[in-house]
């Protein structure tokens, strides 16, 4: 009897622990995009949540962005990129790498998949957030299948055996985009990002030559209709924000289902800016509860 | 006053003359296949369609097709095709170039992307024609991605720097087929070519060394049972090709929503284009402007 209360007592002290541990435990986020923008862009809100409750989250560009402007490129661009990255990771409270393969060249090849291997293992990750494999710029294509082939290998120690492999498969979570082939993207993840917009558009921002430069000349926008005070350049951007998605103005049906199952007690007519993700099959297959505690933000939201 | 009127009669010229501008100025199309023919096979009645009505049409094929033969090959099959391609082109009137990439060994490097970024932008293309990255060769799957990686890539003028970039980013189609996964193909635009059958026939007769030899060898055809002359040889590849394939309900589908006035059990041969999300995206009306043989004057 004595030894079965002893042994009572040990597996409730484990379960308290365990729970006690869950409770202050450090959720460590790395989020993966093919270019210095694009997971600010599509993550970046949800980031700076996850950073303002002492969470760890990591940006990693795969390539430097060399090829992104209409008047300058290769090192020169690469180095201006990396500058305008680190000042839009301290803007959000995360750290920001960028790898240096060349823009518009990247192809899922094996040492970049190991590399990428490396870095989600070094930073002990939880989360792991990138692309879809379709998307309109073959890097973004590509960036999608290196992780995705970096699921399940991270825990496999001959792999990249000079670092130590993670004990579990972290969870995957796709950004979102609006291609329709071979299948749509999924509003699995809701995240509700109107306390921390003006942290997103400030980052994005400082990608000055992407913003403000590059992408409105894609788009034949000539650099006189660029608002040049920080305000207008706000404005400007999110306008973009909403026309990227327009569905974030009016949320379509799944945006909304998603919403309320995250947000049970929120009113939609007050949101106006929302990050949504699609849980890739080749990580953790998390329960909603799973969720909630990967998310934490998801709670605490009124 | 008369200052005013004469502002006035600037705007409507200047407004006349960009409209006809518009009207008249040819369109601009590249199609790329893997081997000589598979663009003649897709999308030959379509090319000769927008060829007689004065637009410009390319045939890009990534390899020379020199792996297409069950007695010959190399080189010497590379030329033979070379110029049965040429004159496939000159039947269908449009320019016919065939890359030197080997048949059969066709990857989606760099290398070869960067080759079609640049024959994109040369040809200074409004449309681009591309396969589906799922087929049955390998070479026409990664065909397709090639083609699917220099969407958007072609407007960058960082890429490929010896070559101007496009200011715009074409529509991008695929040529049809019929795999099912990961998803069928989507008819968004359907082309009747009754009208050009014979040339079409006719081009695929001019791939004298596939449509005779190699791929009735493939199917187990016995030589014997083709004919030599050509006139027969015609006769034949006729019989096998022109309005043998019943059209089915997605594809019937697709015709009525392009030529709603016309009597569809008359309608022998068509072809069929998807239109690829990676490229710039048209709204109806102006996929009809792409396709100017779809106007109703013109059906």
Redesign the interface.
Known sequence: MKRLLLLFQIICWSILSVNGQNNNEEIRIIAIGAHPDDADIRFGGTAALFAEMGHKVKFLAITSGDAGHQNTGGGALARIRRNEANKAGEILGVEYEVLSNHDAELTPELHIRHDIIRKIREWEADIVVTHRPVDYHPDHRNTAILVQDAAYLVIVPNVVPDTPPLDTNPLFIYVEDHFQKPNPFKKDIAVIIDDVIEKKIDAMSAHNTQMFEWLPWTRGISLEEIPRDSQGKKKFLENELKRRFPEKKAFDEEGVQAIRKWYPSSSINRINHVEFFEICEYGRQPTDAEITKLFPMLKTKK | MKNVIIIFLFLIIGFTTTAQEKENKPLRIIAIGAHPDDCDFKFGGTAALFSEMGHKVKFLTLTNGDAGHQNMGGGVLGNRRRKEANKAGKILGVEYEVLDNHDGELL???EV?NQVIRKIREWNADIVLGLRPNDYHPDHRNAGIIV??A???V?????A?DTPAL??NPVFFYMNDNFQK??PF?RDVAVVIDKVMNKKIQALAAHESQMFEWGPWTNGVKTETIPENSEERLEWLNNKYNGRREFNQTELNAIKTWYPSLDISGVKNAEFFELC??GYQPKKEELAQLFPMLNRKNN
């Open positions: 989606p490097s760099l992307r699917q990686d969407a958007y890539l407007i960058v003028p960082n890429v720097p200011k715009k990961p998803y989507s999300e990676y």
